[in-house]
C-alpha cells in the first residue's frame, strides 16, 4: 500500500507471482491464469514458474509426442532455470539430449519407466553434473555401464532411485554390475533403493563399504542378499536398511512405498489433459480475443477420456 492506494496484482513482481502460481495445478497455470490479464499471462509464458517441472503423474497417460511436446515447452520457458524435473515413459532420445543441453542447472532428475538406452544415457551424463538425485526406476534398457558413467560425471550425485518390479527382471541373472557401477563411482550416496534388483550378498556390501555417507538403502524384493543385521549394526550405526523381505501389508508397488514419494520437494499436479496446443503463441494481440483463448484451451484439453477428466479434475 503506496500513498494510501493498494497496489494492483499485475503490479507484483514477477518472481513474486512465479512464486504464487507455483502452488496451483499445471491445468490452472497454463489455461487459466494466462486469461486473467497480460502481466500474468508474461509471467506464466516465462521462467518464473519453471524452476520445478513435475508432469510424472500427468505423462503416465499421454502420447509420447504429447509428453515430448509439453516437455519441450516448460524447459524452454524456464530459460536454463530448471532446477528439478520429472517425467515418466520419456522414450525419445531427441528429448534426453534436448533436456541435457537446455537444462544444465538440473539438481534432480525423475525418469521412471522411461525407454532411454545405456549409450545415449552415457552419451549426455557429461552436460549433468550438477544432479544430486536421480529416478532411474522402471528403466528396463539402462544397466551397469550407464550407471558407470552417470557416478563418473555426476560428482554430487547422493540420491538414486533404481527401483523394479518382479516381472522386469524375471531375465536377468545379476545386477552386480550396477551395484558394482555405484560402488565404485558414487562414494557420496546418502540414500538408495535398488528394490527386486537381481543382487549377490557380496555387491551389496561392497556398496555399503564404500559409500561411506550412507543412510539409507531400500532391498526389499532381493532375494539372494542375507545380511547380519547385528554386524551391520555395529560397523553401520546411521544406516537404515530396508528389505530384503517384504513386510506383509506394505504395498507391493514400490513406487508407492519410496522414501521420496512423501517428498514435499514435489507437487502432485492433478492435471490429465490431452493435446498442448501453441500456447507461446499468445501475443499481445491476443489477449482481448475471448473467442480465440476458448478455442485455444479446448485445444489443450482436446483427446480427454472424460472419465478420467472428471475423476482426475474434480
Known amino acids: 500500500m503506496e500513498g494510501g492506494e493498494f497496489r ?9 507471482l512465479g512464486l504464487i502460481f507455483k502452488k496451483l495445478s499445471l491445468q490452472d497455470i497454463l489455461t487459466v491464469i494466462p486469461r486473467v490479464c497480460k502481466s500474468w499471462g508474461n509471467v ?61 542447472n538440473l539438481q534432480t532428475l525423475r525418469l521412471p519407466s522411461s525407454q532411454l538406452s545405456s549409450p545415449l544415457v552415457e552419451q549426455v551424463a557429461a552436460k549433468l553434473t550438477s544432479i544430486t538425485f536421480l529416478d532411474l526406476s522402471h528403466c528396463e534398457k539402462i544397466s551397469g555401464p550407464a550407471l558407470e558413467v552417470i557416478g563418473k560425471n555426476c560428482k554430487f550425485l547422493s540420491g538414486l532411485r533404481r527401483v523394479m518390479r518382479p516381472l522386469e527382471v524375471v531375465d536377468k541373472d545379476s545386477q552386480d554390475d550396477e551395484a558394482h557401477a555405484i560402488a565404485t563411482t558414487m562414494p557420496k550416496m546418502k540414500y538408495l533403493e535398488m528394490a527386486y534388483l537381481v543382487l549377490s550378498t557380496g555387491a551389496v556390501l561392497e556398496i555399503i563399504s564404500n559409500c561411506k555417507d550412507l543412510e539409507y538403502i531400500d532391498l526389499r ?81 482436446e483427446g480427454v477420456n472424460q472419465d478420467i477428466w472428471d475423476h482426475s479434475i474434480f
Open 8 to 16: 494492483s496484482w499485475d503490479e507484483l513482481l514477477p518472481d513474486a
Open 44 to 104: 506464466v509464458a516465462g521462467p518464473y514458474c519453471w524452476q520445478e517441472i513435475n508432469i510424472e503423474d500427468w505423462s503416465r497417460l499421454q502420447s509420447q509426442d504429447k509428453i515430448n511436446r509439453m516437455v519441450e515447452m516448460l524447459v524452454t520457458r524456464s530459460c536454463g532455470s530448471v532446477r528439478k524435473l520429472g517425467v515418466t515413459g520419456l522414450s525419445s532420445e531427441r528429448m534426453l539430449s534436448f533436456i541435457a543441453n537446455h537444462a544444465r
Open 221 to 301: 524384493g532381493c532375494w539372494d542378499v542375507k545380511l547380519d543385521e547385528k554386524v551391520l549394526k555395529e560397523r553401520h550405526p546411521k544406516l537404515e536398511v530396508v528389505g530384503p523381505v517384504v513386510d506383509e501389508g506394505s504395498c507391493w508397488d514400490m513406487d508407492d512405498c519410496s522414501y521420496y514419494s512423501d517428498s514435499s520437494d514435489y507437487l502432485a499436479w492433478d492435471f490429465v489433459a490431452g493435446g498442448i496446443a501453441d500456447y507461446d503463441d499468445l501475443s499481445s494481440d491476443g489477449w482481448d480475443d475471448e473467442q480465440r483463448l476458448e478455442e485455444l484451451e479446448m485445444r489443450f484439453y
